[in-house]
């Protein structure tokens, strides 16, 4: 599409997120934004391959159509690609969509072309492990968590043929079941962490590094409030036994986490997740890598439009 002032849009479409009925969601691209190009995406990751070839094709405005997931891939491409001008659009189409939450969405699509909607925003960067102890780099939008949500994360993905065959029968049993097994044999992970240059070591249930302050769809640690710019929020939910994890966890549910005597929270510029076990570290949503984990922030690295 080429906008009032002749920039060019292209919408990624991942036809694979979400709830909502992937037809509908095309039928509305078509008719409020209808000279957007629309690519979809084919397989896991390839939204970063198609937001890099977007901003390389000249693309200005480049908008993601999916969940956080898809939306960090793009996001990711982009910020590859070096061009920091590029307005980066969200249509929160996927299940959890908790970037866009707290931000009024646009009635018409069309209206994601307006610039008076755009937003300067921090971007959080990830540097991590791969299985392979290679070292990998990501960017993130949303949020990151190491600890047992992360534990219960990889039980999930993983291609064992239990998963496979719960996740045909429901994908919700599937979770519960994932989380059920891990749960069973939770113990407090010891970890050693730096926060702007401050080391401690302790035993956690979870790390959760936000950007954004919702989780999990909706959830929150208490808090709705994003972190001051330049920061990222740091929730740490000390160690607890088995029976406190599950009161921890209720808490959260709930939306009163805030006030448990096990959550920590602190908002800082840098930091460092190192456990003797790595553990493994989720990003936007995605199981990408294990601790060790360094985290920074980037300030205003991106224009976003919701
Ligand atoms: N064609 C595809 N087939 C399979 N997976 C895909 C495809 N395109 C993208 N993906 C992957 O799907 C994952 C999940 O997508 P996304 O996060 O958008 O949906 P969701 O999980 O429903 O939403 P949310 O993250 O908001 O809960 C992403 O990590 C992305 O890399």
């Known amino acids: 599409m080429v906008a009032d002032d002749g920039e060019r849009v292209v919408c990624i479409v991942n036809p694979t997120s979400g709830v909502q009925r992937r037809r509908m969601i095309e039928q509305r691209l078509a008719a409020e934004l209808p000279a957007a190009d629309c690519w979809r995406t084919r ?5 970063i391959e198609l937001g890099r070839r977007a901003v390389l094709d000249g693309y200005r405005t480049v908008i993601a159509v999916g969940g956080d997931g898809t939306l960090s891939d793009v996001a990711n491409g982009v910020l590859e690609a070096g061009d920091e001008k590029v307005r980066l659009g969200y249509v929160p189409a996927g299940t959890c969509n908790d970037f866009a939450r707290g931000r009024a969405p646009v009635a018409n699509l069309g209206c994601l072309l307006d610039r008076t909607r755009d937003r300067e925003t921090d971007v959080g960067a990830v540097t991590f492990s791969r299985a392979d102890g290679t070292s990998a780099h990501r960017f993130f939008l949303a949020s990151c968590t190491a600890g ?19 996740k045909r029968l429901n994908l919700q049993f599937a979770e519960a079941a994932s989380s059920a097994r891990v749960l069973a044999g939770w113990k407090p992970v010891e970890v050693r962490l730096d926060m702007d240059g401050e080391r401690s070591r302790q035993a956690v249930t979870n790390i959760a590094v936000l950007k954004v302050p ?11 409030e994003p972190p001051e710019a330049g920061h990222l929020d740091v929730v740490q939910a000390l160690g607890v036994g088995r029976i406190g994890v599950i009161g921890l966890m209720w808490q959260v549910f709930r939306g009163n986490a805030g006030g448990h005597p096990a ?10 997740i190192d456990a003797d076990t790595p553990l493994p570290l989720e990003v936007d949503g995605e199981i990408v890598g294990y601790t060790p984990a360094a985290f920074s ?10």
């Open 43 to 47: 397989y896991p990751g390839h939204g």
């Open 148 to 166: 047992l949500v992360s534990v219960i994360g990889r039980a999930f993905t993983e291609k064992t043929p239990v998963n496979r065959v719960l």
């Open 214 to 224: 919702y989780i999990a769809g909706g959830l929150t640690f208490g808090s709705a």
């Open 263 to 272: 959550i920590r929270r602190r908002q800082v510029r840098t930091l460092r």
């Open 297 to 306: 922030v980037h300030p205003s690295r991106l224009l976003t439009v919701v």
